[in-house]
């Protein structure tokens, strides 16, 4: 859900809130406001505000690009594409994410050890997740740029091969379910391209002169080098945005956009003739 109220308004923390205070104050309001507890008009999308921004503030890389972009800078939405579905997707296998450091579901409502604990608090039931026996699982190790364009890795279970579809957009903690076993994709680092959800960063290096002067520069993306023009006076960090350049959303078209930021290399040895003149730049 988009909204173009503050993230912090909503959760009722101040920008400098602590992780744990953002994740304390969520609890609060996603327990007041999920709908089959409160039956209140307008519950549903007060409560999709709420998951909406915790999305971005509950995640270290989400909320620094929030706090300097603002809407814009997390406008690719969830790192999970369609969102997680405790009961599976269509086909054989669905998509789901786990917290940020891969080690299990986060603990965001209080000790409990993943999602489906939340039910019993709702409805005074069994988790869900305690009554099926405990699936093997598996991890798969791909190089960042499989992830992004998605590819097919065979795995052996119990004596029989699986062609394993990993999708375009996959990442960190992507968890592929079969009814025996799931498979959890690990994604290797790139040398280049860094990964914010479904957005991309690369910095890209240009010199001192390119920067004043402004001029050309093939810059990497996703889709093969590109030609850019780079205005002149342009600053040390200075980013481009490239809308729709980024990450697949999983299962859709969507992607996320790709941030090209400049990296200016100050010359460490001037000739004296160099150096006059940028005195007398400095001076103008």
């Known amino acids: 859900m988009a909204t173009s109220r503050d993230y912090y308004e909503v959760l009722g923390v101040a920008k400098g809130a602590s992780e744990a205070e953002i994740k304390s104050a969520y609890r609060k309001m996603a327990l007041?406001?999920?709908?089959?507890?409160?039956?209140?008009?307008?519950?549903?999308?007060?409560?999709?505000?709420?998951?909406?921004?915790?999305?971005?503030?509950?995640?270290?890389?989400?909320?620094?690009?929030?706090d300097e972009f603002g809407h814009a800078g997390v406008s690719g939405g969830p790192a999970g594409g369609q969102g997680w579905n405790p009961f599976g997707g269509q086909g054989p296998f669905s998509y789901t994410y786990t917290n940020r450091s891969g080690g299990g579901f986060e603990?965001?409502?209080?000790?409990?050890?993943?999602?489906?604990?939340?039910f019993e608090s709702f409805f005074g039931g069994a988790s869900p997740s305690r009554q099926a026996p405990r699936k093997t699982q598996y991890q798969l190790k791909i190089d960042f740029l499989d992830a992004v364009n998605g590819i097919t890795k065979n795995i052996?279970?119990?004596?029989?091969?699986?062609?394993?579809?990993?999708?375009?957009?996959?990442?960190e903690g992507t968890r592929i379910r079969y009814q025996d076993f799931d498979v959890t994709v690990s994604v290797s680092p790139h040398k280049l391209f860094k990964r914010?959800?479904?957005?991309?960063?690369?910095?890209?290096?240009?010199?001192?002169?390119?920067?004043?002067?402004?001029?050309?520069?093939?810059?990497?993306?996703l889709d093969g080098d590109?030609?850019?023009?780079?205005?002149?006076?342009?600053?040390?960090?200075?980013?481009?945005?490239?809308?729709?350049?980024?990450?697949?959303?999983?299962?859709?078209?969507?992607?996320?956009?790709?941030?090209?930021?400049?990296?200016?290399?100050?010359?460490?040895?001037?000739?004296r003739e160099q150096k006059e003149l940028l005195k007398e730049l400095d001076a103008a």
Do not use: C, M, W
């Open 196 to 221: 914010e959800g479904v957005d991309v960063i690369v910095d890209h290096e240009i010199s001192f002169s390119n920067a004043a002067l402004g001029g050309d520069a093939v810059v990497p993306t």
């Open 156 to 171: 052996v279970h119990q004596g029989k091969q699986y062609s394993l579809k990993i999708p375009a957009g996959a990442g």
């Open 107 to 118: 603990d965001i409502f209080g000790g409990a050890s993943d999602p489906f604990d939340i």
């Open 226 to 271: 590109l030609k850019l023009k780079i205005k002149a006076g342009t600053q040390p960090n200075d980013l481009i945005r490239l809308t729709g350049k980024g990450i697949h959303h999983l299962n859709s078209t969507r992607r996320g956009d790709l941030y090209i930021r400049f990296i200016i290399k100050v010359p460490t040895k001037l000739s």
């Open 32 to 66: 007041q406001y999920h709908p089959d507890r409160n039956k209140e008009a307008g519950t549903t999308e007060k409560f999709k505000e709420i998951n909406a921004a915790y999305e971005v503030l509950g995640n270290e890389q989400k909320r620094k690009k929030y």
